[in-house]
């Protein structure tokens, strides 16, 4: 009985911290921008990107053959996307592709 | 008049517009400086013309932001004043960003309106016209003849004509790109021409470099003007940056046609690319169509750029 509820405990205290950090992010798209242009999180957590130009964008995996591809962002639209495993995730706007950015998993 | 490669103003440039030195007779009417642009013997010779056809571009069918709500009503009537031009256009050419998301609705709403013109057309795509499947469905629809890149050419009037497409397979942190089978395609296509011939190039972004910070330009473009240069007269007809300029190289003028739709800024004078925002009554000073004339003997093409507020 006691061993049985030390362990929902001791799955509790190292979950903890893991959840705080991969509260969802958020990356905006104004002017021609990604921002913040580098994002850390920790595995597992949900990004969201929302444009709010005037112009349509799209959020690319800039490696080959693609990794992930989001639809095109017309103004205010959103894309989330989970990202599970540790890693650097470089992307860019298949429309504009200057715009450059990258996300960091821990 | 001396062209400096940088960027002059846009004022500076609607000065050079009278220029007839060293290439192209370009002549911008309506809603612009046109005092004496245009002589009365540059305008017996144009109605006298070979060949006249159109540029338009940009229309982006979709767009309902600001300055302009409705980019469909504009297109339309810029084809309107197509339709109604005398001497008739042999045909248009659409140098890319037809609709302004590549959805199906918004290309049945320009493919509609071009054919109830009458007028012949050719079309490229813009970036906003690949954004699904690679461009398959724009190339099905509007150049189902193209090699499979999407590229094509044709002769009419004495002039050949290069439709390029720089806007697939876009790289990160690059401008737009030709592509190394598209090149070898196009040398070959100009291989066995005479130099006299008349060659005019259809690009979606500028095939020059124009402003690299904001991607406008082509990063292999300058192999494609490698084997224009032996040509006597190339007239480079792009759309992308929804304003007017002009550069001449040589025998090569570039000219970067009006949006049908909305203004950009110019290069750097503003935080970045998106539309420019301008009171309602300027709107349609800053949108237009171009009419391109050829006078056999007379190398340069002429290039008119009307605003639809003219």
Redesign the interface.
Known sequence: MRRSTSVPILAILLLAPVTAWAADQTVTIDNFTFAPKELTVAAGTKVTWINRDDIPHTIVSSDGPRSFKSPPLDTDDKFSMTFDRPGIYHYFCSIHPMMTATVTVR | MSHKPEFPSRRRVLRCAAWTGAGVLWVVAGGMPRSALIGSAAAAEMAASELTFVQISDSHIGFN??ANPDATGTFKELLGRIAAMNPRPAFMLHTGDVS???RDAEWDTAQQLIAETGIEKHLIPG??DM?VDNGRPFFARFAPKAQSGGWYSFDQGGIHFVALINVAN??????GALGAAQLEWLEDDLKNRSASQPIVVTTHIPLWQVYP???WGTSDGAQALAYLRRFGSVTVLNGHIHQLLQKVEGTVAFHTGLSTAFPQPAPGAA?????MKVEPGRLRELLGISTVHYVKGREPLAIVDQSLGA
């Open positions: 932001k600001p302004h998301l590549s970036e906003h954004l876009l790289q990160p942190g690059g401008e910070q904001w991607g935080p970045s690319p998106g539309p």
